[in-house]
């Protein structure tokens, strides 16, 4: 009801007295008239303009179309519902109107009781339509970018539509299968066992099939390069008013998955494949001793050794030497002490003697009946040279915001001021703690134009530039200034900010300088 009472309403009506009627009783009602026209031609132009929730229409209007063919361009141009007006209805005009598909009609003279509830009743269906629509076009774009196949059937079992990684997958184009395949008519399906679970799925069951081997070089191949594939299934019924009205059919193409367990099962070098190409430098060590017992290359690189000069070694070379004398480097000690998996940053050595920054995640296992720590080594020498560079630029930053001569003034997307630097703090007269939780709209500012006319605070420059996105430039402005009993001309430019990927500014800051002096010496 809340966004009900705020709609905006286009008002079509070629009588004035009753435009002005109905005017009034939209008034009363809490809505908002856009305009009122008296034309289809200018109904259809209001319509693009004001872009109005609702257009309450006239079927007999003047000019060469009437209502009726006005609601139709306008419904197909724009999508705004309709409501006809109208004296009197014949059978003709209801099957014309029918074709525009309205909202609603209401008979002269209207009723403002009949008029608040078509209008409500109109409103809820446009918002639940537009809702449809919405979950639809976001279901179209989830479907078209999801990594996984997805293919939709109808009722009948005919698949209607695909997604781009179903063409990938199958290297044929979609027109070979789309409105042509059945699964429910598909021996594939039942060689496959996959029929099973597809009738289940239409008796309103989300299923989940067990992986399972697929062969598309049959009657869906179509031409296609196709290709055995080792395929994780999900079945999803898609439901509207208790009947299944389609089904929803997602393929995860878990081939390399599957070649990988079997391999792994078969050898142990699939393991020491994933141990040398991980990203992060891997270490096996005697918890007694400190012995490595192994590394990956990765580790050897970071540390610019060789895995023969590591393998064998103390794990105290890849730490600085703080006391020669004990046995464990305090990062390993702190490993066999603390809790286990805990992730610790710290130095290494290499062979150089160059110090690098790490990460070392470790842990306890058990391998063959023995205890073994595992280092998980990761580089972060460039993430915090990167942090340490970041902290020197805020530093400049403030540096230079703190000294600039130019006042500085930060508000928020609300409006409020959030920050200002000393040059704003003097040009303006107040301190920092006074201009917090302001916004322009204070009448404490007392802005006035360059004529001495009032500058009211929702066309300030920072004001403006939040509203629009926009970056305002060389506004002349005056503001009085509380400890000299004067206003002080400034000039304004403001910025709006905005994060990566958004179109409304969270920020803005507004950059002046005091030109009172100039101004006086120009008068």
């Known amino acids: 009801n809340l966004i009900m009472n705020k709609a905006r309403i286009l008002i079509v009506e070629d009588e004035a007295i009753i435009a002005m009627e109905i005017e009034n009783q939209l008034q009363s009602l809490g809505y908002e008239v856009t305009s009122i026209v008296n034309n289809g031609a200018d109904a259809i132009k209001k319509a693009e303009v004001d872009n109005p929730d609702l257009i309450l229409m006239d079927i007999r209007i003047k000019g060469v179309m009437d209502g009726i063919e006005a609601a139709e361009v306008i419904r197909n141009r724009f999508g705004i519902p309709v409501i006809f007006s109208t004296a009197y209805l014949d059978e003709g005009r209801i099957e014309r109107a029918k074709i525009t598909m309205p909202f609603g009609y209401v008979l002269k003279p209207i009723q403002e009781r009949d008029l608040k509830v078509t209008i409500e009743m109109a409103l809820y269906v446009s918002k639940i339509d537009d809702d449809r629509r919405k979950i639809e076009e976001r279901f179209k774009l989830m479907m078209h970018q999801s990594p996984s196949v997805v293919e939709l059937y109808n009722v009948e079992g005919l698949q209607i539509e695909v997604n781009n990684a179903y063409e990938e997958l199958w290297g044929f184009p979609a027109s070979h299968t789309v409105n042509d395949f059945n699964v429910l008519k598909s021996q594939e399906v039942i060689d496959t066992g996959l029929r099973k679970y597809v009738d289940r799925a239409y008796k309103g069951e989300t299923v989940i099939v067990p992986p399972y081997q697929y062969d598309p070089r049959g009657e869906t191949e179509a031409r296609g390069e196709g290709r055995i594939r080792w395929l994780s299934t999900r079945i999803y019924p898609l439901i509207s008013n208790d009947i299944v009205t389609n089904i929803v059919i997602m393929h995860e193409d878990v081939t390399e998955k599957k070649e990988l367990e079997e391999s792994l099962i078969i050898s142990e070098k699939k393991y020491k494949v994933l141990f040398e190409d991980s990203i992060d430098g891997y270490v096996l060590a005697d918890p007694e001793t400190g012995i490595i017992l192994d590394c990956n290359t990765v580790m050897a690189d970071l540390v610019s050794r060789t895995k023969e000069e590591i393998i064998g070694q103390s794990q105290r070379i890849f730490h600085p030497v703080i006391d020669p004398e004990t046995k464990f480097s305090p990062t390993f000690q702190k490993h066999k002490t603390v809790n286990q998996g805990e992730r610790i940053e710290t130095q290494i050595i290499t062979k150089s003697g160059e110090l690098k920054d790490v990460v070392i ?46 006042g500085v003034v930060y508000q928020n997307a609300e409006g409020i001021i959030t920050d200002a630097n000393p040059a704003a703090e003097r040009i303006l007269g107040l301190s920092l703690n006074q201009m917090q939780g302001k916004t322009s709209m204070d009448p404490g500012w007392k802005t006035i134009h360059e004529n001495g006319s009032d500058f009211p605070g929702d066309t300030h420059p920072i004001s403006v530039a939040l509203k629009t996105g926009k970056t305002i430039k060389n506004v002349i402005q005056g503001v009085f200034h509380p400890d000299k009993k004067e206003h002080r001309w400034i000039n304004i430019n403001a910025v709006p900010k905005f994060r990566k990927g958004e179109s409304i500014p969270y920020e803005a800051y507004a950059i002046f300088h005091d030109i009172t002096d100039l101004k006086t010496e120009k008068k």
């Open 361 to 406: 995640l470790a842990d306890i296992f058990e391998l063959e009946g023995k205890e073994v720590v595992y280092g998980i080594f990761r580089n972060i020498t460039e993430r915090k040279k990167t942090e340490a560079d970041l902290r020197e630029s805020e530093e400049k930053h403030r540096t230079l915001f703190e000294t600039m001569t130019q």
